[in-house]
């Protein structure tokens, strides 16, 4: 496993529940603002980390869960998401501005 892709899981561990961050927010915290899609590569693979990763909580940069496809279940990012009290309309996060956390200022 990478260095990034480990990098990636410690900011997504930190995601507050019931708040989102965008594959671009990760890639700029770590300084890599260019690399939201090698974020979205280490997602795919975070089921596979040692530790619990809630990839459910990466969206991208307009609130839509591009990466409900690679849960095990299509369903279970949103399920996830509105079990933490996160209002959904179809694949969109409603109220996103509100919801989003930007790792750059919250981790520290």
């Known amino acids: 496993m990478s260095d990034f892709f480990n990098q990636v899981y410690e900011v997504v ?6 708040r989102v961050t965008s594959y671009g927010a990760i ?3 770590l300084g890599s603002p ?14 596979s980390y040692h530790e619990f990763v809630p990839a459910h909580r990466v969206v991208n940069r ?6 409900k496809h690679h849960f095990d279940n299509p369903n279970a990012m949103q399920e996830l998401l509105e079990a933490e009290g996160l209002k959904l309309d ?3 996060i ?3 501005k509100e919801k989003f956390w930007d790792p750059g200022k919250g981790l520290g």
């Open 13 to 18: 561990k930190q995601i507050p529940p019931g």
């Open 27 to 29: 890639a700029a915290c």
């Open 34 to 47: 260019g690399a939201a899609r090698m974020v979205g590569w280490a997602m795919n693979a975070s089921h």
């Open 62 to 67: 307009n609130g839509l869960l591009t990466g």
């Open 90 to 92: 179809g694949d969109k």
């Open 94 to 96: 409603l109220d996103f």
